[in-house]
């Protein structure tokens, strides 16, 4: 089985930071794509930032010069570092693995999400 587990939401002011990690763990041999998205109450979930395994990142225009993701491959995490948050970016931020093969041996991929951690910024 693979998990994600996410921390670093949480409270924040206008104008302050925060940094969200995301390990996953289980059986992983490789890990294609890894990425945060987030979903606002009432709105769909949308792409925040998403880096390839060379490290190729994309990130939504929202968040572009403020948000930067970045990851290790060798630990199977990956970051975001959220600079300069202000209240549109309250929602609840989820993190995903795509392109996941649990064995060398194997060509199966699947793709895998973390349960989600919170961010509120608000004065």
């Known amino acids: 089985q693979v998990q994600l587990v996410e921390s670093g939401g949480g409270l924040v002011q206008p104008g302050g930071s925060l940094r969200l990690s995301c390990a996953a763990s289980g059986s992983i041999f490789s890990i294609n794509g890894m990425g945060w998205y987030r979903q606002a109450p009432g709105k769909q979930r949308e792409l925040v930032a998403a880096i390839s395994s060379g490290g190729s990142t994309n990130y939504a225009d929202s968040v572009k010069g403020r948000f930067s993701i970045s990851r290790d491959n060798a630990k199977n995490t990956v970051y975001l570092q959220m600079n300069s948050l202000n209240p549109e970016d309250t929602a609840v931020y989820y993190c995903?693995?795509?392109?996941?093969?649990?064995?060398?041996?194997?060509?199966?991929?699947?793709?895998?999400w973390g349960q989600g951690t919170q961010v509120t910024v608000a004065s």
């Open positions: 995903n693995a795509e392109g996941v093969r649990r064995y060398p041996y194997s060509q199966l991929q699947a793709d895998y």
